[in-house]
């Protein structure tokens, strides 16, 4: 039960899925917002997450103050152009604003994927901004893996004709690329009992 910072970047790929469904929990908006690792920068992150706090929800008049200060701050502090805000907050629209689906019915195989790749492209920058020396190298190496695991288990129902996916099942899938890779922050120990992860293991 040690702390590890791969606990953080590992539970990325989930909290960003979960954000497909409606109606949207402001309680998961707000753990994606806050969480340590995400896609999107922190301060945007923790100024949208105060607005959620205030008005639970997006879209709220809070919301869209923040959203304001978040285009003042990157044209006035950073300099940039209306061009380049333009990516900026076509991002935040995509995490945060996206269309949502029923969890019984399920979200679009397509779209499920299109995220988790977001995600894997997101931690490949990550990773290759790292320093070599760095054991952060580890961290985002393993988190992209459990993605990479997710879309090729996606891409196989996708190619079996399969069209949605439900929310129970796709949290099933997530778990299970979840539980097969290692934590780079583990090391081996003497004397360790025998134990498992799964219950298949034992029956």
Same mark, same amino acid.
């Given at each position: +039960? ?7 970047? *590992? +539970? ?9 469904? !409606?109606?949207?929990?402001? $309680? ?15 301060? @945007? ?9 205030? =008005? ?7 919301? #869209?103050?923040? /959203? ?9 502090? #950073? ?11 076509? @991002?935040? %629209? ?5 269309? %949502? ?7 679009? /195989? ?6 988790? +790749? ?11 901004? *790292?320093? @070599? ?14 993605? =990479? ?8 129902? /996708?190619? #079996? ?9 796709? =949290? %099933? ?6 539980? $097969?890779?290692? !934590?780079?922050?583990?090391?081996? +120990?003497?004397? $360790?009992?025998?134990?498992?992860? /799964? ?5």
């Amino acid at each position: +039960q040690h702390y590890s910072r791969f606990r953080a970047v *590992a +539970q990325v790929l989930k909290l960003a899925l979960g954000l497909l469904w !409606d109606p949207i929990d402001p $309680h998961a908006l707000l753990q994606f917002l806050i969480h340590p690792a995400g896609p999107l920068p922190v301060y @945007e992150r923790s100024k949208l997450a105060a607005a959620v706090a205030r =008005e639970p929800g997006i879209g709220g008049h809070a919301w #869209q103050e923040a /959203l304001a200060a978040i285009e003042e701050r990157l044209g006035t502090r #950073q300099g940039k152009t209306s061009r380049e805000i333009a990516p900026a907050v076509a @991002e935040i %629209r995509y995490w945060l604003e996206n269309p %949502r689906y029923d969890a019984g019915a399920g979200a679009p /195989l397509a779209v499920v994927i299109e995220r988790a +790749q977001r995600c894997s492209t997101w931690l490949a920058r990550k990773l290759h901004a *790292a320093d @070599e020396n760095d054991s952060e190298l580890d961290l985002y190496a393993a988190a992209r893996a459990q993605a =990479e695991a997710l879309i090729a288990a996606l891409g196989d129902l /996708l190619a #079996q004709g399969a069209d949605t996916i439900p929310r129970i099942v796709l =949290e %099933r899938l997530v778990d299970e690329v979840s539980a $097969h890779a290692a !934590d780079p922050a583990t090391f081996a +120990q003497s004397r $360790h009992v025998r134990a498992a992860t /799964l219950p298949g293991a034992i029956t």
